[in-house]
Structure formats: C-alpha cells, structure tokens
C-alpha cells in the first residue's frame, strides 16, 4: 500500500479576487468524497477555483515551480493522489507546488463551460507569475501537469497559450515553461475522446470547430512547451493513442519531449506506486532540462 507523509499547504487562496468571470448565479454545493477508509479523496461540483501553495524550506528551493491539475473526467477532481501526494514529492526537491482546483465545467455555473477549467488553469499561471518574488520563483520556470482529465487541461494550457481567457492587463506570460502530462486526455475527436469528459467538457453535441480546438494534439505549435508523458499500453480509460498522438505533433514541431510507456498497469496505474519511485525518471528529466538546477 501506497502511504505518503503528507504536508499541508501553507495558504489556500482564492483563485479570483473578484468576480469570477464566465460566472453565472448559482445554487451549486461543493462535495467533498471520501474513500474506502473514510479519508479525504477528492472533490465534486466545484464552482469556485482555489490555489492551494506549498513551498519548500527556502534553503532547499531551486526557484522552479509546478501547477497541479487533479483529474476526474471533468466531473470531479482526485485532489489528494493526484494532488496532495504529487505536491508533497516536489517540495522534497525544491520545486513550489500549486495544485489548482479547477471550477468543473457546468452550464448552470458558467456562460460557456468549455472555457471554464482554461480559465482558471490561465489564472493560475498568472499569479505563480505575479507572486514569483515573494514564493522565491524563477518566472522562466513555472511549468504544468496533469492527470488525466487535468492532462487534458494542462495541455489545453500548453496549446492555448496565445489566447487569454482571462483579464490580463498586464499582459504576464500565459505560457507554461514545461508541461508534465499522466495518463493524459488530449484528443475530443471521436476516436481518441474519453467520451466522459468530452460530453462534460463540451457537451453532448459538440461542433466539428469545438472538437477541433480541443483536440490539443491538433493544436501544437513551434512554441508548445517541452513535455514529459507517461502512461501503459493497457489503458482501458484512456487510449494510450492520446499520448502517442500528442508525442508525435511535438515531434513533428521539433519541441522537445520525452515519453515513458508501460506495457500494463492500467489508467491510474502511478497511484498505486510510491510517488517518490514512479516521478524519478520524471525528475531526472527536470535536471536535464535545467528546471531542477
């Protein structure tokens, strides 16, 4: 069994400090869900985003930093594996961890929820940025990652840089310096889509256009950010093809990336490793790549 000696945030800030745009009234309940032993694993119905920051000891940090998108299908997010735990590990390395808890998409809570967990991903990037001297941060090395649905989401991030979804007067870099992609969801085309959270991200009759933009693999670019993927070939949630087909668009634009695939292990499959063992070949990467110098 997989046990973490767990921290807890120093501070859980809202993600927004005023209206949250794309917002519309709502009666909406937040549910925390529990797991078999009654412990904390994550949330539903979110409708108002935070930013949950933890900071290593400031003689061991190395100024690089990492967002934290949980994933769930876009129906719920698994906040404490794949965000409590995850955090945990980077602070033992000197890395800042923000695990974001994304507003789910819902159309009784936002004007377009396609947007909506895009909006927030953008937010948090914006202030990791804006907050970079005082959380001891190098701004040149704020990166992303994501878990499945949150994979897709931090792809979406890492795609859609160019267009703010937020207020941005002034005018901080939306672009995520890396991106570190679990399992992830990338495509909504019919024959990659995790139909679950096609269906609640973009609802159950999207247009071709819609599809489209949302299939990241679809929109990389010369300037996508360097990336790392992992998943198993036995993938019975997701198609291990989202991660091949995202690896071969970065290829093709000659960003750089590495993917680790497993022959089994199933969707979730990290979950049921210690975090310090399956984010080794992870961190060996960060090295590399001068993000854990």
């Given at each position: 069994?997989?046990?973490?000696?767990?921290?807890?945030?120093?501070?859980?800030?809202?993600l927004?400090?005023?209206?949250?745009?794309?917002?519309?009234?709502?009666?909406?309940?937040?549910?925390?869900?529990?797991?078999?032993?009654?412990?904390m694993?994550?949330?539903?119905?979110?409708?108002?985003?935070?930013?949950?920051?933890?900071?290593?000891d400031?003689?061991?940090?190395i100024?690089?930093?990492?967002?934290?998108?949980?994933?769930?299908?876009?129906?719920?997010?698994?906040?404490?594996?794949?965000?409590?735990?995850?955090?945990?590990?980077?602070?033992?390395?000197?890395?800042?961890?923000?695990?974001?808890k994304?507003?789910?998409?819902?159309?009784?809570?936002?004007?377009?929820?396609?947007?909506?967990?895009?909006?927030?991903?953008?937010?948090?990037?914006?202030?990791v940025?804006?907050?970079?001297?005082?959380?001891?941060?190098?701004?040149?090395?704020?990166?992303?990652?994501?878990?499945?649905?949150?994979?897709?989401?931090?792809?979406?991030?890492?795609?859609?840089?160019?267009?703010?979804?937020?207020?941005?007067?002034?005018?901080?870099?939306?672009?995520?310096?890396?991106?570190?992609?679990?399992?992830?969801?990338?495509?909504?085309?019919h024959?990659?889509?995790?139909?679950?959270?096609?269906?609640?991200?973009?609802?159950?009759?999207?247009?071709?256009?819609?599809?489209?933009?949302?299939?990241?693999?679809?929109?990389?670019?010369?300037?996508?950010?360097?990336?790392?993927?992992t998943?198993?070939?036995?993938?019975?949630?997701?198609d291990?093809?989202?991660?091949?087909?995202?690896?071969?668009a970065?290829?093709?634009?000659?960003?750089?990336?590495?993917?680790?695939?497993?022959p089994?292990?199933?969707?979730?499959f990290?979950?049921?490793?210690?975090?310090?063992?399956?984010?080794?070949?992870?961190?060996?990467?960060?090295?590399?790549?001068?993000?854990?110098?």
């Open positions: 069994m997989n046990v973490e000696n767990n921290l807890s945030a120093q501070q859980i800030i809202p927004y400090t005023g209206a949250i745009p794309n917002s519309v009234n709502y009666k909406m309940k937040e549910i925390t869900y529990l797991d078999k032993e009654g412990r694993e994550g949330y539903r119905n979110i409708s108002k985003p935070t930013l949950a920051v933890y900071l290593p400031k003689k061991n940090s100024g690089s930093a990492v967002i934290i998108c949980p994933g769930g299908g876009y129906y719920a997010e698994t906040y404490q594996k794949e965000g409590i735990n995850i955090a945990n590990a980077f602070i033992k390395h000197g890395v800042a961890a923000f695990i974001l994304y507003r789910l998409p819902s159309d009784s809570i936002m004007k377009d929820k396609s947007i909506g967990p895009l909006q927030d991903a953008q937010q948090a990037i914006k202030l940025r804006q907050h970079a001297a005082e959380w001891n941060i190098d701004t040149a090395k704020v990166g992303i990652m994501g878990f499945s649905a949150g994979g897709h989401l931090a792809s979406t991030a890492g795609t859609h840089f160019d267009s703010s979804f937020i207020s941005n007067k002034e005018h901080i870099n939306l672009r995520p310096d890396f991106m570190i992609l679990v399992y992830p969801v990338i495509s909504m085309t024959q990659l889509a995790h139909m679950g959270s096609r269906d609640n991200l973009l609802g159950t009759n999207p247009s071709i256009e819609k599809i489209n933009f949302f299939s990241n693999e679809l929109q990389v670019t010369d300037k996508t950010p360097p990336t790392w993927i998943q198993t070939g036995d993938d019975k949630v997701v291990v093809d989202n991660s091949i087909v995202f690896y071969e970065l290829r093709h634009h000659n960003v750089p990336a590495e993917m680790h695939l497993y089994k292990g199933d969707h979730g990290v979950l049921n490793l210690p975090t310090e063992e399956w984010m080794q070949p992870l961190f060996e990467w960060m090295k590399k790549n001068s993000w854990m110098k």
